[in-house]
């Protein structure tokens, strides 16, 4: 009988040295916490002991915080986890060594689980890395009845919801698998449950940050820019999702300065302009940056900004030449 994915991870987790982490990109968002819930029952399910996830940053958005709460998330910030260590193993779930949004903690990263981006070979012992495929949770929903085994309600309720909002209602990015893995959750999932997700999405500190930022929106052509004044990851990608439902615009560049440099996210629903391409234009020969056709972030450490130059126009000169370029 041929072994599954699960099958091989959980052979190679069961001569880990020490504690197993799962660990999510840095600010987990609704699909990055559904997957790593889904994966943490699935290794427990098989009788994987010292299990933990954790993930760096604080967690801010009010739906990411709010499924934490209602799903019961076993997740910790990595500075509390006081025996994270170089004799632990780690299981990336939505994240990739090597990518701008995931930190390199002490641990061995022995797999990868992902729908970003193909980063190469991270000498990871397993790897399920789907480029194709618009959320995670779907990969991880799909390990779940690849192996007959039911999800919980709870647990096919998040998946359900990551999948839902990666792909944004299934408009984005959406694969087969996406759609397939959504259908067969709906009837195990407590949609009651979605309801109050959908409705605890923004707080009222983000309407603030909301309203400041769209005050600083300009366009050009389908071109949109839009600066939020904000630490938080999540917000910025929400905010270009929210401009890029303008009538007209159809790719948005969303970016915040920071105190280490500037953070970009990008989303395209326009054919010849990828937000991959995009967003690697931006950050040639000063950062990193990748994601999907539809979606797409990147980072710009300060000590590669040019001080005599303004970072908006840096921005939006760098984008409006690749937009010209691709449209000839």
């Known amino acids: ?33 559904a997957s790593s819930l889904g994966m943490y029952y699935l290794l427990s399910h098989r009788g994987i002991q010292k299990l933990a996830i954790v993930y760096d940053q604080e967690i801010e958005k009010a739906n990411s915080l709010k499924m934490l709460e209602m799903f019961n998330v076993p997740m910790i910030q990595a500075s509390k986890a006081a025996t994270l260590g170089a004799e632990d193993w780690a299981v990336l779930v939505d ?40 959320s995670c949770s779907a990969i991880i929903a799909d390990w779940f009845f690849e192996n007959n085994i039911d999800p919980p309600r709870v647990i096919a309720t998040a998946l359900l919801y990551g999948i839902f909002m990666d792909t944004d209602n299934l408009t984005r990015g959406a694969s087969d698998l996406d759609i397939n893995m959504f259908y067969k959750l709906y009837s195990l999932s407590d949609i009651d ?12 500190k983000d309407l603030d940050l909301y309203a400041e930022a769209f005050k600083t929106v300009e366009i050009y052509d389908e071109l949109g820019f839009l600066l939020l004044r904000s630490a938080n990851d999540s917000l910025l990608g929400a905010a270009g999702d929210i401009v890029v439902s303008v009538s007209g615009v159809n790719i948005v560049i969303a970016y ?52 005599s130059r303004l970072v908006d126009t840096f921005i939006k000169h760098r984008a409006i030449t690749f937009y010209e370029r691709r449209h000839g």
């Open 256 to 307: 915040a300065i920071r105190e280490t440099g500037i953070k970009l996210s990008v989303r395209s629903t326009c054919d010849k302009i990828k937000a991959n391409d995009l967003v690697r234009s931006l950050v040639e020969g000063c950062g990193v940056g990748g994601g999907h056709d539809n979606m797409a972030g990147g980072f710009i450490p300060k000590e590669n900004l040019s001080v």
């Open 1 to 33: 009988m041929n072994q599954t994915k699960l099958d091989i991870l959980v052979d190679i987790l069961k001569d880990a040295p020490d504690e197993v982490f799962i660990q999510p990109h840095n600010v987990p968002d609704p699909d990055a916490i």
């Open 95 to 134: 994240s990739q060594k090597g990518n701008a949004n995931i930190t390199d903690l002490p641990t061995d990263e022995v797999a990868a689980i992902d729908h970003h981006e193909y980063k190469g070979n991270m000498g990871y012992r397993f790897e399920d890395i789907r480029p194709e495929v618009g």
């Open 193 to 204: 449950m979605i309801v109050e997700l959908k409705g605890n999405e923004i707080s009222v």
